[in-house]
T-cell receptor, first 114, second 115 residues
Framework: DGGITQSPKYLFRKEGQNVTLSCEQNLNHDAMYWYRQDPGQGLRLIYYSQIVNDFQKGDIAEGYSVSREKKESFPLTVTSAQKNPTAFYLC?????????????FGQGTRLTVV | AQSVTQLDSQVPVFEEAPVELRCNYSSSVSVYLFWYVQYPNQGLQLLLKYLSGSTLVKGINGFEAEFNKSQTSFHLRKPSVHISDTAEYFCAVSDRITGFQKLVFGTGTRLLVSP
């Protein structure tokens, strides 16, 4: 089945640690996105990539990093510089970076700092 | 820059009753409009979208929305809800130039359907 897979579903991080969230898609989509979701705040764009080996910062990129070495993979690293990383993280992909193309979302990763 | 306002954070409704979830947007350019649904601890699923043409848009699961340019609104409606419609609903907007990467979401409306 085609789709987007995020792993792990739940992740716990200690203060000062970097963690990496995985996002893999087998839809052959060019564009991929990372969003952060906090209660009462909707979704905010962290990073996006429209092509392999290229990515751009979204609205809240500070404390995060990404890579796009393969078309199907877009991992997100939450670094120790991110002061409040506890949130629900959603990955999305789209066949192209235009609004007409439907975006497909993964099931999310819930990150908690302990 | 665009912005989206979802006027109700929570909407309680009884099963089989009609429901309307309100969404207003602001933008200085022409926009595309979307409604997404999110079930607990899940990703988002597209319900419907307005790109152009007819202002009444029909989506999945019996939902529809009407684009009203003069009132800058895109309210979501369903004539008869089911328990399974209990979820969070997000309105989103993007302008016709920058596309999806500048998709701006509202803060969400939680629909609570009770028997």
């Amino acid at each position: 089945d085609g789709g987007i897979t995020q792993s792990p579903k739940y992740l716990f991080r200690k203060e000062g640690q970097n963690v990496t969230l995985s996002c893999e898609q087998n839809l052959n989509h060019d564009a991929m996105y990372w969003y952060r979701q906090d209660p009462g705040q909707g979704l905010r764009l962290i990073y996006y990539s429209q092509i392999v080996n290229d990515f751009q910062k979204g609205d809240i990129a500070e404390g995060y990093s990404v890579s796009r070495e393969k078309k199907e993979s877009f991992p997100l690293t939450v670094t120790s510089a991110q002061k409040n990383p506890t949130a629900f993280y959603l990955c999305a992909s789209q066949s192209s970076g235009t609004a007409q193309a439907e975006a497909f979302f993964g099931q999310g990763t819930r990150l908690t700092v302990v | 820059a665009q912005s989206v306002t979802q006027l109700d954070s929570q909407v309680p409704v009884f099963e089989e009753a009609p429901v309307e979830l309100r969404c207003n947007y602001s933008s200085s350019v022409s926009v595309y409009l979307f409604w997404y649904v999110q079930y607990p601890n899940q990703g988002l699923q597209l319900l419907l979208k307005y790109l152009s043409g007819s202002t009444l848009v029909k989506g999945i699961n019996g939902f529809e929305a009407e684009f009203n340019k003069s009132q800058t609104s895109f309210h979501l409606r369903k004539p008869s809800v089911h328990i399974s419609d209990t979820a969070e609903y997000f309105c989103a907007v993007s302008d016709r130039i920058t596309g999806f990467q500048k998709l701006v979401f509202g803060t969400g409306t939680r629909l609570l359907v009770s028997p």
